[in-house]
T-cell receptor
Framework: GEDVEQSLFLSVREGDSSVINCTYT??????LYWYKQEPGAGLQLLTY?????DMKQDQRLTVLLNKKDKHLSLRIADTQTGDSAIYFC???????????FGQGTTLQVKP | DAGVIQSPRHEVTEMGQEVTLRCKPI?????LFWYRQTMMRGLELLIY????????DSGMPEDRFSAKMPNASFSTLKIQPSEPRDSAVYFC???????????????FGAGSRLTVL
């Protein structure tokens, strides 16, 4: 079945850039998403990208999509302590329309 | 809109008891999803509804779990009898229809943290 994989943990210093990576297996994916989960809260959409795009930028966030390698990344510029959270990658199955989530990457930002 | 509303936020119960989790989706959203989050298994889709009708319940772990959506503004997830391995955070999410060609932007509730002793 479809699978989405992420590394589990990333630690960066405040002010540095963070890059969170994700790989997926479904070649029929239509949309790919990044969600953020803060402690004790639900997931909140950060951004999404259509599968025929290779880059999307939104303020400090840059999403890169390599469809050939089925690789998605989220770059956070000038990372702040408030960016500490779990980041989930998700892909929309092109056949069923369901969202398949990765395990989440915990981002720790050190002051 | 107040967003997706879930209750209770926290529930502690003893093994064997019935647990009912509740969800109110965003008004106008016609898709509703129930997810379970654990450290070991991450975020799992349990079931989802479209226009109050269950579409895919293949993620429901076993017969002890059931979900209903009697109307467009209310859904329940019931566990009977509960077991310690059901301890998790249960999320409800909703979205507007966009079909397979559109972006499904899910709005999540804050979750219900269930602890079964």
């Amino acid at each position: 079945g479809e699978d989405v994989e992420q590394s589990l943990f990333l630690s960066v210093r405040e002010g540095d850039s963070s890059v969170i990576n994700c790989t997926y297996t479904d070649s029929s994916s239509t949309y790919l998403y990044w969600y953020k989960q803060e402690p004790g809260a639900g997931l909140q959409l950060l951004t999404y990208i259509f599968s025929n795009m290779d880059m999307k930028q939104d303020q400090r966030l840059t999403v890169l999509l390599n469809k050939k390698d089925k690789h998605l990344s989220l770059r956070i510029a000038d990372t702040q302590t408030g960016d500490s959270a779990i980041y989930f990658c998700a892909e929309k199955d092109g056949n069923t329309g369901k969202l398949i989530f990765g395990q989440g990457t915990t981002l720790q930002v050190k002051p | 809109d107040a967003g997706v509303i879930q209750s209770p936020r926290h529930e502690v119960t003893e093994m064997g008891q019935e647990v009912t989790l509740r969800c109110k989706p965003i008004s106008g959203h016609d898709y509703l999803f129930w997810y379970r989050q654990t450290m070991m298994r991450g975020l799992e889709l349990l079931i989802y509804f479209n226009n109050n009708v269950p579409i895919d319940d293949s993620g429901m772990p076993e017969d002890r779990f059931s979900a209903k959506m009697p109307n467009a503004s209310f859904s329940t997830l019931k566990i009977q009898p509960s077991e310690p391995r059901d301890s998790a955070v249960y999320f409800c999410a909703s979205t507007e229809t966009s079909g397979r060609s559109g972006a499904n932007v899910l709005t999540f509730g804050a979750g219900s943290r269930l602890t079964v002793l």
